[in-house]
């Protein structure tokens, strides 16, 4: 949603950030790469694991980038009241939705459909005293992000497209995201109320999270340094949101822009995946999309570069750069750095396969028993959602399975089971 910003709903914005970009370019005939074992830790998977970061400058001389974020001209004066089928219809494709991925409890603002809920521009200015500078949250290149808070003390965020009429990338952006958002509601997403398109006005309204990005959190933003164990939940909540979206929602959901700043925390740290600009409803009978690539630099699956073929495992190979930037606390690419550490994926991973995984651990972390083989087995998994070909990374719901073992083998570690008799 933000060009090189910060999250799309959360407090502040993130200049550091390699922004988002889109790429256009002929697809080049796909000859397949020689595949590798997600598991292996020899030399000829690293050699299989370098061709994953290519760069720039060996790719095709027709390959552009250009900034992916403008403006829609579209006036209406039609308010939202439309949404997806109702939250009884979750697991219409014959799969179980216990637990996780039930539909959530909704409090007294939501409607029975994601975004039912209908607003007047009298009552979002109000709510964010006429988009006042000093409640805003987020900045980037689509629009902008206030904090508000409506009459009845239900704390919103608003972002607000920005106008320009001789752009109509924005709209389809906006329109895009309220589509996605209507389909999709889970405990690890960022909960959709509804939208305004109204006076020129482009207004997307979802639920206040109080605690910032993930992003800011590994930059000890606020002087506080966040946790292994809660580290680990986070990757857990996020591998729970994916998984929903590409297995569970009403239709399959790719994300495209899974990153550290796309996770927001609530005050307990619990994370809620947001912005859904780029986002890819799948038809169910698609193997993949085929699609003018989307993304932010350092997390784009370079499968998906090459053959402009999107599926799920597209997320899958973001999720396994957000274990490592989980892990070492860094962003996925520092240009300050080192040559050979400057993309931290392939430089964690190079550590990891010659087994000085814990060299790469943030610097703020103590490294103990249980976080050494925690970061090992997150590695491991890393490592198979990082291969270069897509038929080689796990599925979502087996990234949830194996976090869960990892938390389990960390926690018998932490407080062993004879202490808790």
Same mark, same amino acid.
Request: charged share 20%.
């Given at each position: 949603?933000?060009?090189?910003?910060?999250?799309?709903?959360?407090?502040?914005?993130?200049?550091?950030?390699?922004?988002?970009?889109?790429?256009?370019?002929?697809?080049?005939?796909? /000859?397949?790469?020689?595949?590798?074992?997600?598991?292996?830790?020899?030399?000829?998977?690293?050699?299989?694991?370098?061709?994953?970061?290519?760069?720039?400058? /060996?790719?095709?001389?027709?390959?552009?980038?250009?900034? &992916?974020?403008?403006?829609?001209?579209?006036?209406?004066?039609?308010? $939202?009241?439309?949404?997806?089928?109702?939250?009884?219809?979750?697991?219409?494709?014959?799969?179980?939705?216990?637990?996780?991925?039930?539909?959530?409890?909704?409090?007294?603002?939501?409607?029975?459909?994601?975004?039912?809920?209908?607003?007047?521009?009298?009552?979002?200015?109000?709510? !964010?005293?006429?988009?006042?500078?000093?409640?805003?949250?987020?900045?980037?290149?689509?629009?902008?992000? #206030?904090?508000?808070?409506?009459?009845?003390?239900?704390?919103?965020?608003?972002?607000?497209?920005?106008?320009?009429? #001789?752009?109509?990338?924005?709209?389809?952006?906006?329109?895009?995201?309220?589509?996605?958002?209507?389909?999709?509601?889970?405990?690890?997403?960022?909960?959709?109320?509804? #939208?305004?398109?109204?006076?020129?006005?482009?207004?997307?309204?979802?639920?206040?999270?109080?605690?910032?990005?993930?992003?800011?959190?590994?930059?000890?933003?606020?002087?506080?340094?966040?946790?292994?164990? !809660?580290?680990?939940?986070?990757?857990? &909540?996020?591998?729970?949101?994916?998984? #929903?979206?590409?297995?569970?929602? &009403?239709?399959?959901?790719?994300?495209?822009?899974?990153?550290?700043?796309?996770?927001?925390?609530?005050?307990?740290?619990?994370?809620?995946?947001?912005?859904?600009?780029? /986002?890819?409803?799948?038809?169910?009978?698609?193997?993949?999309?085929?699609?003018?690539?989307?993304?932010?630099?350092?997390?784009?699956?370079?499968?998906?570069?090459?053959?402009?073929?999107?599926?799920?495992?597209?997320?899958?190979?973001?999720?396994?750069?957000?274990?490592?930037?989980?892990?070492?606390?860094?962003?996925?690419?520092?240009?300050?750095?080192?040559?050979?550490?400057?993309?931290? /994926?392939?430089?964690?991973?190079?550590?990891?396969?010659?087994?000085?995984?814990?060299?790469?651990?943030?610097?703020?972390?103590?490294?103990?028993?249980?976080?050494?083989?925690?970061?090992?087995?997150?590695?491991?998994?890393?490592?198979?959602?990082?291969?270069?070909?897509?038929?080689?990374?796990?599925?979502?719901?087996?990234?949830?399975?194996?976090?869960?073992?990892?938390?389990? &083998?960390?926690?018998?570690?932490?407080?062993?089971? $004879?202490?808790?008799?």
């Amino acid at each position: 949603m933000s060009s090189g910003s910060g999250p799309a709903w959360s407090r502040r914005s993130d200049p550091g950030e390699v922004s988002r970009f889109s790429v256009a370019t002929r697809a080049s005939s796909s /000859a397949s790469e020689p595949s590798a074992s997600g598991g292996g830790r020899g030399i000829s998977f690293l050699d299989a694991f370098r061709s994953c970061f290519v760069p720039a400058e /060996a790719r095709s001389p027709e390959t552009s980038m250009s900034d &992916d974020f403008h403006h829609s001209h579209q006036l209406s004066r039609s308010v $939202s009241s439309q949404g997806s089928n109702s939250g009884s219809t979750y697991g219409s494709k014959q799969r179980s939705t216990k637990g996780m991925y039930s539909p959530m409890h909704r409090n007294s603002l939501d409607g029975d459909i994601p975004g039912s809920t209908q607003f007047s521009l009298p009552q979002i200015q109000k709510a !964010t005293k006429n988009f006042s500078p000093n409640l805003k949250i987020g900045q980037g290149g689509s629009g902008t992000v #206030y904090k508000g808070q409506l009459a009845d003390g239900t704390l919103i965020a608003v972002k607000r497209a920005k106008k320009n009429v #001789y752009d109509k990338h924005m709209g389809r952006e906006f329109w895009n995201e309220i589509k996605t958002l209507q389909h999709i509601e889970h405990l690890n997403l960022v909960r959709f109320h509804g #939208y305004l398109e109204f006076g020129g006005e482009q207004l997307i309204i979802v639920e206040y999270i109080p605690n910032g990005n993930l992003r800011e959190h590994l930059d000890c933003v606020n002087g506080k340094v966040l946790e292994f164990s !809660t580290r680990l939940e986070i990757a857990i &909540d996020v591998a729970h949101a994916i998984t #929903y979206l590409h297995t569970y929602s &009403d239709h399959p959901v790719i994300h495209r822009d899974i990153k550290s700043s796309n996770i927001l925390l609530m005050n307990n740290c619990r994370a809620k995946v947001a912005d859904f600009g780029f /986002a890819k409803l799948v038809p169910t009978d698609s193997s993949h999309i085929s699609t003018q690539v989307k993304g932010t630099a350092g997390y784009l699956d370079p499968e998906y570069l090459r053959t402009y073929q999107l599926n799920e495992k597209s997320d899958v190979y973001s999720f396994g750069v957000l274990l490592v930037e989980l892990v070492t606390g860094r962003r996925p690419i520092e240009p300050k750095r080192q040559i050979i550490e400057r993309v931290t /994926a392939k430089w964690a991973m190079e550590k990891f396969v010659v087994g000085n995984a814990i060299q790469t651990l943030d610097p703020n972390l103590e490294a103990t028993d249980a976080i050494n083989l925690a970061v090992e087995k997150m590695y491991e998994l890393a490592l198979q959602c990082l291969s270069p070909t897509k038929r080689n990374r796990p599925s979502m719901k087996r990234c949830v399975e194996i976090l869960w073992s990892i938390r389990k &083998d960390y926690r018998e570690l932490v407080v062993p089971t $004879s202490a808790t008799n």
